[in-house]
């Protein structure tokens, strides 16, 4: 029998179905609750709020599991590539080996940008944040692909996923290359997508460029920890802006500029800045600790606490693996990396800490290695967005597909009542 909740309003009673998901997650469903009530719930940051069902991501914050489809992270980062995972985020289904090679082949038809977007990003001064060129790119497509994907017609679709997956890439290096001063460069077709990246980002026209197997191998298991993440706040935004029925480059863009953000995405960037901070500062991890513990004092240790995961982040316990993997592998030795170790020994053993089920974050490590990899700071938040792309655009895909309805919160007036108008002579 299905189980209902009763909500008990002032002695009147309602009744609200009770939904189960596939993983025995409960949820009272209140889609008719102002309808039955003439009330509706109020939660800020919905921390209690689900905002739609969905297939693609299942995550368990206690536990520390992440399963994209069904699979769990730990197998799909040790046995997969990207464009793998890519395929079966936004599809459904693992690949059939004739599948994935079409897959990579159609995205190849996709990955010249047209030479006018160039114009764009020669408006823009050397010194812009990449992410918020990258947003504005990202928008800029929308000029360029007018026409909006017919979401029931599979082929388009499908044609809709590989233009963005080919072309978005190729941006994302772009404001890499803007910032240096560098000529743009081209995709090559006859290489790998993680290949491409880095070849797009440091291949330069004055001499031959060979990207190192162990660094793409890194980057590669990198994007895939990144791919989705279920409803968090660009993935909400990218939904959200697609519900009003804009198109997917337009919603992604509006994406990009909700993962920039250092409570989310941006938080990679400011790990590093963190740990260079307290390098240049002495090194005192033991000083930060004690700020990040002090309510009056701002700081928060950046790379920790995580709004779901509350034991650890499975994303965090893979990266550090690789991390340590990479670095002895490439004879990395970093100061910063013994900061961050010590940072890490002390905050697990801190009550502060403990007590709030604070741990490190996907975000604490994977700024580790890219430092080690050669990718500048400020593009730290850039590879999140490329690893997070399937993920849009397999929530973007699935909204639309359930014919989602306009994402349009209610909220509680605590304004003025109303109140008369006063003519300026009189204020
Ligand atoms: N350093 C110090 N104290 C912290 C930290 C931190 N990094 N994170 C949380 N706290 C404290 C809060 O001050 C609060 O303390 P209180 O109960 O005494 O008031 C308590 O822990 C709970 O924190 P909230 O902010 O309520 O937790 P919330 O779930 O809203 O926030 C968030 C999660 C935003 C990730 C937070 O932990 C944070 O700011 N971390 C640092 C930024 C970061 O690493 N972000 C990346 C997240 S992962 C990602 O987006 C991929």
């Known amino acids: 029998m299905s189980k209902i909740a009763t909500l008990d309003i002032d002695g009147h009673k309602f009744e609200l179905p009770f939904i189960v998901g596939s993983e025995n997650e409960g949820a009272v469903d209140i889609s008719k609750l102002r309808d039955i009530s003439g009330v509706i719930t109020i939660d800020p940051g ?3 709020s689900g905002s739609c069902k969905s297939e693609v991501t299942f995550l368990d914050g206690e536990l520390g599991i992440l399963r994209y489809r069904g699979y769990s992270i730990e197998d ?61 790119l990202t928008s800029a497509l929308t000029a360029f692909n007018p026409k909006s994907v017919n979401v029931e017609n599979e082929k388009e679709m499908y044609e809709a996923v590989c233009k963005t997956m080919g072309k978005f890439l190729v941006i994302a ?13 081209y995709y090559d077709n006859t290489k790998g997508y993680v290949e491409n990246f880095m ?31 279920e ?37 990679n960037q400011a790990v590093l800045e963190m740990l260079e901070e307290i390098h240049k500062d002495g090194g005192d991890t033991e000083k930060y600790l004690m700020k990040a513990k002090d309510k009056n004092d701002p700081f928060r240790l950046m790379g920790f606490g995580h709004r779901v995961y509350k034991n650890f982040d499975p994303r965090a316990r893979i990266i550090k693996k690789a991390a340590d993997e990479v670095l002895t592998t490439l004879g990395v030795e970093d100061p910063i990396l013994e900061i961050a170790k010590k940072l890490e020994v002390a905050a697990l053993d801190d009550e502060y800490f403990k007590t709030r089920s604070l741990y490190p974050n996907v975000d ?16 730290f938040t ?12 397999a929530q973007w895909k699935e909204m639309r597909e359930n014919k989602e309805p306009i994402g349009r919160p209610r909220q509680v007036y605590v304004g003025y009542p109303l109140r008369e ?6 204020r």
């Open 46 to 48: 919905y921390k209690n």
């Open 76 to 136: 799909l980062a040790d046995r997969a590539h990207f464009l793998e995972v890519s395929y079966l985020v936004i599809f459904g289904e693992l690949p059939t080996a004739e599948q994935l090679n079409q897959f990579e082949n159609d995205i190849r038809k996709h990955t010249l940008v047209n030479e006018e977007m160039k114009n764009i990003i020669d408006g823009f001064p050397k010194t812009a944040h990449p992410m918020g060129v990258l947003s504005a």
């Open 199 to 229: 070849r797009l980002m440091f291949e330069l026209p004055t001499g031959p460029y060979q990207a190192d197997p162990i660094v793409i191998n890194a980057l590669d298991k990198l994007f895939i920890l990144h791919a989705d993440h």
């Open 382 to 393: 850039v590879m999140f967005a490329i690893g997070r792309l399937p993920g849009w655009i």
């Open 421 to 426: 108008f006063v003519e300026t002579d009189k």
């Open 231 to 267: 409803q968090n706040c660009s993935t909400s935004t990218v939904r959200m802006v697609g519900s009003s029925h804009a198109g997917l480059f337009a919603s992604i863009s509006a994406g990009v500029s909700a993962l920039w953000g250092p409570l989310h995405g941006g938080a």
């Open 173 to 185: 290096t772009w404001t890499y290359r803007k910032s240096m001063g560098y000529p743009l460069n």
């Open 364 to 379: 604490f490590y994977s700024g580790i290695i890219y430092r080690a990899l050669g990718i500048p700071t400020d593009m």
